[in-house]
Nanobody, 121 residues
């Protein structure tokens, strides 16, 4: 049973930056392909980013490509999402996700409880 813990959400103005983190206490994060999804009221859940178990490949949703960066810190057992040039349409609850599949590009087997990101105009 995998437990995911997100942190780093908050309020930011348009054009600002936030850094989200996700921890997997009790398991090495290198065991998993890790990702981020987001869900805003009135919209469907949206894929944001993924980093495979090896850290060699990353994938991004079209709406965040070039603005968001996903990375691993295996020594600290965390996965991070650096969000730059934020826009009001980025406002959502952001969820850390994980999969033990080596071929997963949209990991969704395990989910955290989410952290709220609000971007003001």
């Amino acid at each position: 049973q995998v437990h995911l813990e997100e942190s780093g959400g908050g309020l930011v103005q348009t054009g600002g930056s936030l850094r989200l983190s996700c921890a997997t206490p009790g398991r090495p994060i290198s065991d998993f392909t890790m990702g981020w999804f987001r869900h805003a009221p009135g919209r469907e859940r949206e894929f944001v980013a993924c980093i495979v178990w090896s850290g060699y490949s990353t994938y991004y949703g079209d709406s965040v490509l070039g603005r968001f960066t996903i990375s691993r810190d295996n020594a600290k057992n965390t996965v991070n999402l650096q969000m730059d040039n934020l826009k009001p349409e980025d406002t959502a609850v952001y969820y850390c996700t994980a999969s033990e599949s080596r071929i997963a590009t949209r990991p969704g087997d395990y989910w955290g409880n989410g952290t709220l990101v609000t971007v003001s105009s």
